[in-house]
Antibody
Framework: EVQLVEAGGGLVQPGGSLRLSCTAS????????MAWVRQAPGKGLEWVSA????????FYADSVRGRFTISRDNSRNTLYLQMNSLRAEDTAVYYC????????????????WGRGTLVTVSS | DIVMTQSPDSLAVSLGERATINCKSS????????????LAWYQQKPGQPPKLLFY???ARESAVPDRFSAGGSGTDFTLIISSLQTEDVATYYC?????????FGQGTKLEIK
């Protein structure tokens, strides 16, 4: 069974940092691009970042570029999101999602998704 | 950025009746070289992550019931549930993957009347 499990969320003060992780199982992790998508409480979905299967190519939303870094460790089947200089508007559930297609380049539509991890930025 | 606009924002339909959700993109998401529309639909039930329903605007993901259909081209797209069931209560999102940043519609909340 394909599974994605996020971890690392929590309460952090404005200006602080967090590192999220997403552990994958049930598929060949390195054969898929991966992404992070967030959802603020009661709001819609916002794509945050994506990374190619090998990790060489990354993309970011303007709202997080320069503050967030996506990376992956294919030997550990794990995706990461390092979040620095956090702001109140970064408060959201962060979902890890797999690119649907079995190609290593980023395609941009996602299935499955993990259950998410909540990040709350507040003093 | 490509702006995705869904209508309506919310919808109440009787069990067994048809539900129609519209999605409009601010620019075409049809790639002329392969004649493909770079448009996906997702279903998000309360307390759950989104689930992919359709990609390439009309290709149904496996295990999606055939009462769900989707179509459209260019800038105008539609998701249809032909006979609403209780398990279809959810928020539905369209998403373009034609260009970065990937963008989602604001969502349409579907309820039982």
């Amino acid at each position: 069974e394909v599974q994605l499990v996020e971890a690392g969320g929590g309460l952090v003060q404005p200006g602080g940092s967090l590192r999220l992780s997403c552990t994958a199982s049930g598929f060949t992790f390195s054969s898929h691009a991966m992404a992070w998508v967030r959802q603020a409480p009661g709001k819609g979905l916002e794509w945050v970042s994506a990374i190619s299967g090998g990790g060489a190519t990354t993309f970011y939303a303007d709202s997080v570029r320069g503050r967030f870094t996506i990376s992956r460790d294919n030997s550990r089947n794990t995706l990461y999101l390092q979040m620095n200089s956090l702001r109140a508007e970064d408060t959201a559930v962060y979902y890890c999602a797999r690119d649907f297609v079995v190609v290593t380049t980023v395609q941009g539509w996602f299935d499955p998704w993990g259950r998410g991890t909540l990040v709350t930025v507040s003093s | 950025d490509i702006v995705m606009t869904q209508s309506p924002d919310s919808l109440a339909v009787s069990l067994g009746e048809r539900a129609t959700i519209n999605c409009k993109s601010s620019q075409s998401v049809l790639y002329s070289s392969n004649n493909a529309n770079y448009l996906a639909w997702y279903q998000q039930k309360p307390g759950q992550p989104p689930k992919l329903l359709f990609y390439w605007a009309s290709a149904r993901e496996s295990a999606v019931p055939d009462r769900f259909s989707a179509g459209g081209s260019g800038t105008d797209f539609t998701l249809i549930i032909s006979s609403l069931q209780t398990e279809d209560v959810a928020t539905y999102y369209c998403q373009q993957y034609y260009d970065l940043p990937y963008t989602f519609g604001q969502g349409t909340k579907l309820e039982i009347k």
